[in-house]
């Protein structure tokens, strides 16, 4: 059975690359919304034409972000929803939302900082982890029922 995983949120850190590497042992496929900023700004005008207002402009791109988005969720088996310092991802808390919403299973990953910003997103999520090697970790867990080596834990 392959897990398919949805990785959702900020996009100015290694964080989807350090999963899919640790994961890559596991029987998993990944999905992502575009990651190249600009692309993702500009696709609504590069495909449908050029607006004058930026509000327009970003509606476009918005909504054309959301066929990919939306249907990666609906798609995904397990959704990880993964909040950075360098921005507010408004639009991961809605990715976050909406697998939620759909009845996915919602990892939420995020630094420790964020805990009181984030809680009802957290209360949503079937695990809020730190780090991406514990998104690994669970999803080895629910493939294969491993526990990662408490010994190589100790240490860390």
Same mark, same amino acid.
């Given at each position: ?24 042992? =596991? ?36 909504? =054309? ?52 910003? =984030? ?23 629910? =493939? ?13």
């Amino acid at each position: 059975m392959t897990l398919k995983v949805y990785l959702s949120g900020e996009i100015h850190s290694d964080w989807r690359e350090r999963i899919t590497v640790g994961a890559r042992d =596991l029987d998993v496929s990944f999905d992502a919304p575009v990651t190249d900023h600009g692309a993702s700004d500009d696709c609504g005008v590069a495909i449908l034409g050029a607006e004058d207002q930026k509000f327009w402009h970003d509606h476009k791109g918005a909504k =054309l972000n959301a066929i990919r988005t939306r249907r990666g969720i609906e798609q995904a088996d397990v959704v990880v929803v993964r909040f950075g310092d360098k921005y507010k991802q408004w639009n991961a808390a809605f990715d976050a939302g909406y697998a939620s919403a759909l009845g996915k299973a919602l990892v939420v990953l995020h630094p420790p900082e964020h805990q009181h910003a =984030l809680k009802e997103v957290d209360a949503a999520a079937l695990a809020v982890a730190e780090e991406p090697e514990q998104v690994v970790e669970i999803l080895r867990y629910v =493939l294969t029922g491993a526990l990662p080596d408490r010994a190589a834990r100790a240490a860390e």
